[in-house]
């Protein structure tokens, strides 16, 4: 006998999924349905509510979110001169960025079996370009990235990361979870040129001018529309079917009414944000990964001296650290993988693996190679195991060889996406105490934070630091875990390192 239990979709991009459990012993029909089982059983494809289709679903999904990064990367790290006047080869840097995300994505899903794909973080290659190489050369900075990858492991195979995370109260998860919600769709409305910076009065404005006038920006709208009616009835594979119907309109309209770049001269700003909907004249394009192994490991310390050398790896460490931990945390959530404890499956192999994800981007000079949190796109899809990783990382893998395909997406399609998932991952806020002052006010200052300084490190110890002040100052020192107060202590660190390197230097 079998006994079926529905559950609902915590997500509401789906059907409810249905739990099958056998109670009495397997007949000869139950085991064939049963040996679905090898790929079924490593991954807990039915237990987590999950199908094969879903899982390969939401990894394409989480790849067309994410793909912008082979392109962006090279532009970030590409053609900026370190301290010896070296450059990187932005078509380098796009190869081994391909490369380190697409083994990682592999690599964690096999061991960590969750559905969150890896990529070069964001916040972490803008470090390395503006505020590193300024100091030492490429390879002495990819060598600090090595080290700071191999600290994490550190952190991570000792079990501190995980007694950290632990420390976390369970509103300040949800809160954690919610402020990347508004974040990934904060990412979204700036790279669909939704929203756009002023030059003077607000921080941020409506379209051009408060309006949108950019036909980019117009089909991201259509495009999140039409994936939010989808979503609404319940329509599998909801969004990359309007991911589809977006790029097509793209390809269309830009081949109907050409606008180019909007970095172009001519372009009045008006046009794709990082590539063009067209179809490439070639697709199949030999890759050159001699950038692999490249690295100076301890270089740094002998050109900058050793106190600069750790300011700079302590920046890199804290935020590679605490991005990821508020990444997989929100992720989890968002994919209802959490026990009541607030922990999700595996989670020691998936923070070790993260910390050999700093270590490969290193490796391969592509800068730290982390979890994503535009694999929400893909959760928000029906994702919820390490199949999908995998399916997304043989993708980007696959992008190092199909380059020219990799551009057939906008930027301004994959985001609608990103704002459609934020919107899924707004109902935890329904989990934080709000009656309780103690934990409002760094709950709310945590989801402020991160999407408006844009990071993720930084929201998580707005709200770390609150949390810790208003305790002990309120009378409530002994409510906060031990593990607050020196991590709180390491945020007011992190935020003054600049006059404390000054003042060290």
Same mark, same amino acid.
């Given at each position: 006998?079998?006994?079926?239990?529905?559950?609902?979709?915590?997500?509401?991009?789906?059907?409810?999924?249905? #739990?099958?459990?056998?109670?009495?012993?397997?007949?000869?029909?139950?085991?064939?349905?049963?040996?679905?089982?090898?790929?079924?059983?490593?991954?807990?494809?039915?237990?987590?509510?999950?199908?094969?289709?879903?899982?390969? *679903?939401?990894?394409?999904?989480?790849?067309?979110?994410?793909?912008?990064? @082979?392109?962006?990367?090279?532009?970030?790290?590409?053609?900026?001169?370190?301290?010896?006047?070296? $450059?990187?080869?932005?078509?380098? /840097?796009?190869?081994?960025? !391909?490369?380190?995300?697409?083994?990682?994505?592999?690599?964690?899903?096999?061991?960590? *079996?969750?559905?969150?794909?890896?990529?070069?973080?964001?916040?972490?290659?803008?470090?390395?370009?503006?505020?590193?190489?300024?100091?030492?050369?490429?390879?002495?900075?990819?060598?600090?990235?090595?080290?700071?990858?191999?600290?994490?492991?550190?952190?991570?195979?000792?079990?501190?990361?995980?007694?950290?995370? *632990?420390?976390?109260?369970?509103?300040?998860?949800?809160?954690? !979870?919610?402020? %990347?919600?508004?974040?990934?769709?904060?990412?979204?409305?700036?790279?669909?040129?939704?929203?756009?910076?002023?030059?003077?009065?607000?921080?941020?404005?409506?379209?051009?001018?408060?309006?949108?006038?950019?036909?980019?920006? &117009?089909?991201?709208?259509?495009?999140?529309?039409?994936?939010?009616?989808? @979503?609404?009835?319940?329509?599998?594979?909801? %969004?990359?079917?309007?991911? /589809?119907?977006?790029?097509?309109?793209?390809?269309?309209?830009?081949?109907?009414?050409? $606008?180019?770049?909007?970095?172009?001269?001519?372009?009045?700003?008006?046009?794709?944000?990082?590539?063009?909907?067209?179809?490439?004249?070639?697709?199949?394009?030999?890759?050159?990964?001699?950038?692999?192994?490249?690295?100076? &490991?301890?270089?740094?310390?002998?050109?900058?001296?050793?106190?600069?050398?750790?300011?700079?790896?302590?920046?890199? @460490?804290?935020?590679?650290?605490?991005?990821? $931990?508020?990444?997989?945390?929100?992720?989890?959530?968002?994919?209802?993988?959490?026990?009541?404890?607030?922990?999700?499956?595996?989670?020691?192999?998936?923070?070790?693996?993260?910390? /050999?994800?700093?270590?490969?981007?290193?490796?391969? !000079? !592509?800068?730290?190679?982390?979890?994503?949190?535009?694999?929400?796109?893909? =959760?928000?899809?029906?994702?919820?195991?390490?199949?999908?990783? =995998?399916?997304?990382?043989?993708?980007?893998?696959?992008?190092?060889?199909?380059?020219?395909?990799?551009?057939?997406?906008? =930027?301004?399609?994959?985001?609608?996406?990103?704002?459609?998932?934020?919107?899924?991952?707004?109902?935890?806020?329904?989990? %934080?105490?709000?009656?309780?002052?103690?934990?409002?006010?760094?709950?709310?200052?945590? %989801?402020?934070?991160?999407?408006?300084?844009?990071?993720?490190?930084?929201?998580?110890?707005?709200?770390?630091?609150?949390?810790?002040? $208003?305790?002990?100052?309120?009378?409530?020192?002994?409510? /906060? #875990?031990?593990?607050?107060?020196?991590?709180?202590?390491?945020?007011?660190?992190?935020?003054?390192?600049?006059?404390?390197?000054?003042?060290?230097?």
């Amino acid at each position: 006998m079998i006994e079926i239990s529905l559950s609902a979709n915590s997500q509401g991009g789906g059907p409810c999924p249905i #739990h099958l459990r056998n109670i009495t012993p397997v007949t000869s029909t139950a085991k064939t349905a049963g040996n679905l089982s090898a790929l079924d059983k490593f991954f807990e494809i039915t237990k987590r509510g999950s199908t094969v289709g879903k899982e390969i *679903r939401g990894g394409v999904v989480t790849f067309f979110a994410m793909a912008y990064i @082979v392109v962006l990367n090279p532009i970030i790290l590409g053609g900026k001169e370190d301290i010896a006047g070296q $450059i990187l080869d932005p078509a380098l /840097v796009g190869a081994a960025t !391909s490369l380190a995300a697409g083994f990682m994505s592999i690599l964690f899903g096999v061991i960590a *079996r969750l559905p969150f794909a890896f990529a070069a973080g964001l916040g972490m290659n803008s470090f390395l370009a503006v505020n590193v190489v300024g100091l030492v050369t490429w390879q002495e900075a990819m060598g600090i990235v090595v080290i700071n990858g191999l600290v994490i492991c550190l952190l991570g195979a000792t079990g501190a990361r995980l007694a950290i995370y *632990r420390a976390v109260p369970a509103s300040l998860k949800a809160a954690i !979870s919610v402020a %990347i919600g508004f974040f990934i769709a904060f990412i979204g409305f700036v790279n669909a040129g939704f929203v756009t910076r002023t030059p003077g009065g607000p921080p941020v404005q409506l379209g051009t001018d408060g309006s949108i006038v950019s036909p980019p920006t &117009v089909i991201f709208v259509l495009t999140l529309i039409l994936a939010g009616v989808l @979503v609404a009835r319940r329509v599998n594979g909801a %969004i990359l079917i309007a991911l /589809v119907i977006g790029t097509i309109a793209s390809i269309i309209f830009e081949a109907i009414s050409p $606008i180019g770049s909007k970095y172009a001269p001519e372009s009045n700003g008006i046009g794709w944000e990082s590539s063009v909907p067209t179809l490439p004249e070639a697709i199949v394009t030999l890759p050159d990964f001699s950038l692999v192994g490249q690295v100076d &490991v301890f270089g740094s310390f002998a050109r900058v001296g050793i106190i600069s050398a750790l300011m700079l790896l302590f920046t890199l @460490v804290f935020t590679n650290f605490f991005d990821a $931990i508020g990444t997989m945390n929100g992720l989890s959530k968002g994919a209802s993988l959490q026990d009541q404890a607030g922990e999700f499956p595996r989670i020691k192999s998936a923070f070790l693996v993260e910390g /050999v994800g700093a270590v490969v981007g290193g490796a391969t !000079s !592509s800068s730290s190679t982390t979890v994503f949190v535009e694999s929400a796109a893909g =959760i928000g899809e029906g994702a919820r195991t390490g199949l999908a990783s =995998i399916t997304t990382g043989a993708l980007l893998f696959l992008t190092a060889f199909f380059t020219p395909l990799t551009a057939l997406v906008p =930027i301004e399609i994959g985001s609608a996406a990103l704002v459609l998932v934020g919107t899924m991952m707004m109902s935890q806020v329904t989990e %934080i105490e709000w009656s309780d002052f103690y934990v409002a006010l760094p709950a709310f200052l945590t %989801i402020a934070a991160m999407p408006l300084t844009y990071s993720i490190a930084n929201g998580i110890g707005v709200g770390f630091v609150s949390y810790v002040l $208003i305790n002990l100052f309120g009378g409530r020192a002994k409510r /906060v #875990h031990p593990i607050l107060f020196i991590v709180a202590a390491g945020f007011i660190l992190f935020f003054t390192r600049g006059p404390l390197e000054s003042l060290l230097s």
